[in-house]
């Protein structure tokens, strides 16, 4: 019973949703005030029965209801609970009802959120995320239905592949949603300004805690993933260039884009074709990689069962989303008036160039993900296009966004004097050249790019620590500062740690594949390792091998790791459950391969990593993503302002 | 052209790409093996370990190798569309025991049927690499020249068998 009153929940939320949409957009655009207070209730009864639907889902599998077929597919009665749960979106289905809730959850907190916003353009936000909700329920209730029963009920579940039965399911697809789902807003008042003809600050200021909102959980939900797949997945490895990890990065990139953009359109009134762009590109490229992840058109680790009406029915609502946003864009676009001018030396121009610098590497990634399905639809053969085609294109246009960076937040606005700047930036660059190319040296072996890394960083980081001194020492007391102020130089001091992470890893990180017998010892990075005991150890649904691997340091032992080699019951592939020892300056990584021989002594394959500094990656993007929050915290948001378009600029902070 | 037009006109070459790529499968890689002699290879059988089978034996045959183990679950759901390929007599099927442990391999074909000719083993691995196998189930039509004439990669479903491999079995039986 409880499956089908989530069904119909479903059922009811999409006609929730189509009224909201029409109603909400038609009642915006023709001031009809009886319409446009259906907005907000209506964004709340939509979220109401999506989170009932989904808790109907949770109830589901919780209770081990195998007649239900999503949940005999993705669930097990021998699952632990807590993966009971998260397994709720461990498959296609259910992760479209996240997908889903999430966006139902931003429209709860637009509807909640806006009362310094006019009603017209809530009415239409709220409307066009209606539509866009629209879509994504059809899509759900035709394609991918998650509450569909078996006649032929199994006595148990499928099981949800051990791959996610993890911690990591719990957090990261909820937090990469809100991130990739919160770029909706953004493109739902970007939209609502075209339909409007109204490109002004106000729009931008509206929509800028939303966009950088939507960017910190992406950042979050991005660090959580890379993580996961550098513990679970026992290769030791953390970006691997895969389409999927390629789908989530693209809206990051442009998204990036799109927060630094919208500074300049409020403070500055420039930049609003470009910031429409943006925020239109943001959405789409989230709904694409729903479509390469979703439609099976790209091979990936991130195998989700495809099915070629799914792929349709995407490619379809991605043609009419953004064909017809571009169409609006195209249509209203050039009667944005143009706002000021600026100097060719001016924090407007950096950030320009930033801009069309980030969307260039976001183009050169969607190129290389793309390319093997392009050439495959020319007749040109089937090829995959790996790491060191991003590696070669990425990291050369990522350096001159991290040396323009600092030189935007240094720059005045409107107009500068390229000595002035140069004078004030000169002694960070001397000192940071200094620091960064001596800093390898006590690493080990000198290397250019470890240099060019580390120096970048220092760059950053100098650059910011300076700013901070100034703005401390030229205003009186704290609350003076602007929390934006805060965020902008957390979050880029953030980027430098993630850069130094990066570049140490590349550059010093050590390995070894060994064969090792009890006793045997093994060693990196000054590091040794000794192989004492394997063990076998059954869990709730698997059984293990477990090592115990000593970690001694200059004949110390300091602790035993326990790598596993775990076989699942429901499941021929055994999963590696590395064993990572980690420090704030290092990572060391044992896991078990293969057992290579029987009998009296048993040999085993075994991986040993050092990894110098590789948390200070994931400990960046958090970093970054508590500059976002205090950015988007900031106060002046939820003051109800009238400024005109050129508001002229308090203090010299960018955010 | 307009300028604000250029974003649409992007995103619309796009769709076309991904519309077509729709239509494609990515998994089917074609093998670089396609057209060219099957590497030779010599190796005990399955069931007569003193008798080994030549690949050259089978010159003169279109015939269909099959790579299959007992811990592969794919090949236990291509294996009943290979017993009745077996039951028609259509062509010869050579089964290619790959990284698997003898008694496991006969108890598995003892249990679910056999549907080889012979079956051949490679414990090591050693034959699969020539054959450029990355996977478990493929299955190669070899023709009478002793040349590989397609490959299929994953279980042997139905309808490749009806669509691709007898008819081109028959073809090349001709």
């Known amino acids: 019973m409880i499956p089908e009153i989530g069904h119909f929940a479903l059922i009811l939320a999409l006609f929730v949703a189509l009224a909201l949409g029409l109603l909400s957009v038609i009642g915006g655009q023709q001031g009809r005030a009886d319409w446009m207070a259906l907005a907000r209730p209506g964004a709340q009864a939509l979220w109401l029965l999506t989170a009932f639907s989904f808790g109907c889902l949770t109830y589901a599998f919780y209770t081990n209801d195998f007649s239900v077929s999503y949940v005999a597919q993705h669930s097990n009665s021998k699952l632990p609970g807590l993966y009971r749960v998260a397994g709720v979106w461990g498959g296609h289905e259910g992760s479209l009802l996240l997908w889903h809730f999430m966006l139902t959850s931003w429209m709860l907190a637009v509807s909640l959120f806006s009362r310094q916003l006019p009603d017209a353009m809530v009415s239409r936000v709220l409307g066009l995320l209606g539509l866009v909700a629209v879509g994504f329920l059809l899509f759900m209730l035709i394609t991918s239905n998650p509450f569909l029963r078996l006649s032929d009920i199994p006595a148990d579940g499928r099981d949800l592949n051990p791959l996610l039965q993890d911690p990591g399911l719990v957090f990261h697809p909820p937090m990469l949603y809100m991130g990739y789902v919160g770029f909706a807003i953004p493109f739902a008042f970007a939209i609502a300004a075209l339909l409007n003809g109204r490109l002004d600050a106000a729009w931008a200021r509206w929509s800028r805690p939303w966009a950088t909102a939507a960017w910190l959980f992406l950042t979050l939900g991005i660090a959580l993933g890379s993580w996961w797949a550098y513990y679970e997945l026992g290769w030791g490895g953390w970006w691997f260039w895969d389409p999927v990890e390629n789908a989530s990065f693209l809206p990051w990139l442009v998204g990036t884009a799109l927060i630094h953009s919208l500074a300049v359109t409020e403070k500055r009134g420039l930049f609003r074709n470009w910031t429409i762009i943006l925020a239109i590109t943001a959405f789409s490229l989230s709904l694409l990689g729903t479509f390469l992840v979703r439609s099976g058109v790209l091979t990936s680790v991130h195998a989700f069962a495809s099915d070629p009406k799914r792929g349709v029915f995407i490619l379809l609502f991605l043609s009419v989303v953004v064909g017809g946003s571009l169409t609006l864009f195209a249509m209203r676009a050039s009667k944005v008036r143009s706002g000021g001018s600026f100097a060719l030396v001016s924090r407007e121009t950096f950030l320009l160039v930033n801009n069309v610098l980030l969307t260039t590497a976001a183009a050169s990634v969607l190129l290389g993900t793309l390319y093997p399905l392009i050439i495959d639809a020319l007749n040109l053969g089937k090829l995959s296009v790996g790491p060191p085609y991003f590696n070669a294109v990425f990291a050369p246009i990522m350096v001159p966004v991290l040396v323009f960076m600092v030189i935007g937040s240094f720059a005045r606005w409107k107009s500068d004097s390229a000595t002035a700047l140069m004078q004030r930036l000169s002694p960070v660059a001397m000192v940071s050249m200094v620091l960064g190319s001596t800093a390898p040296l006590l690493a080990g072996a000198w290397s250019a790019l470890a240099a060019l890394g580390l120096t970048l960083a220092f760059w950053i980081v100098l650059a910011s620590l300076l700013q901070i001194y100034r703005q401390l020492r030229d205003t009186v007391g704290w609350t003076s500062t602007p929390a934006s102020f805060w965020g902008m130089h957390v979050a880029h001091i953030g980027i430098a740690v993630c850069v130094v992470g990066i570049t140490m890893v590349k550059g010093y990180e050590t390995e070894k594949d060994v064969r090792m017998v009890l006793g045997d010892t093994v060693s990196v990075g000054g590091y040794t390792f000794r192989l004492t005991g394997i063990r076998a150890e059954a869990g709730p649904n698997y059984n293990a091998d477990v090592g115990d691997v000593e970690l001694i340091r200059d004949g110390r032992v300091l602790k035993t790791l326990h790598p596993e080699k775990r076989n699942y019951f429901s499941s021929t592939m055994p999963m590696t459950e590395a064993a990572i020892d980690t420090s704030l300056v290092r990572d060391v990584y044992v896991s078990l391969g293969e057992r290579l021989e029987d009998g009296k002594a048993p040999a085993w394959a075994m991986r040993v990593y050092h990894k110098p500094f590789i948390t200070w990656i994931w400990g960046g993007c958090v970093l970054m993503a508590l500059g976002g929050a205090m950015a988007a915290l900031d106060r002046r948001y939820r003051r109800k302002s009238t400024a005109p378009a050129t508001a002229p600029i308090p203090g010299g902070a960018l955010a | ?174």
């Open chain 2, 1 to 174: 052209m307009k300028k604000t037009l250029i974003p649409l006109a992007i995103f619309l070459v796009l769709v076309v790409f991904l519309a077509i790529g729709l239509t494609r499968d990515p998994h089917e890689v074609p093998s670089p093996l396609i057209n060219k002699p099957a590497p030779a290879f010599t190796a005990p059988r399955l069931h007569a370990v003193n008798q080994p089978f030549s690949a050259k034996d089978m010159l003169g045959q279109v015939w269909l190798l099959n790579t299959w183990a007992s811990w592969c679950v794919a090949c236990r759901q291509e294996h009943p569309v290979l017993m009745e390929l077996a039951k028609t007599r259509a062509l010869p099927i050579v089964g290619l025991n790959y990284k698997d442990q003898d008694a496991d391999g006969l108890k598995w074909l003892a249990r679910f049927g056999n549907p080889y000719d012979t079956t051949v083993t490679d414990k090591d691995g050693r034959i699969g690499i020539d054959y450029g196998v990355y996977g478990v189930p493929e299955s190669f039509l070899i023709d009478k020249a002793g040349v590989i004439r397609y490959k299929q990669i994953g279980p042997v479903t139905e309808e490749a068998l009806q669509d691709k491999i007898l008819p081109l079995a028959r073809e090349l039986q001709k």
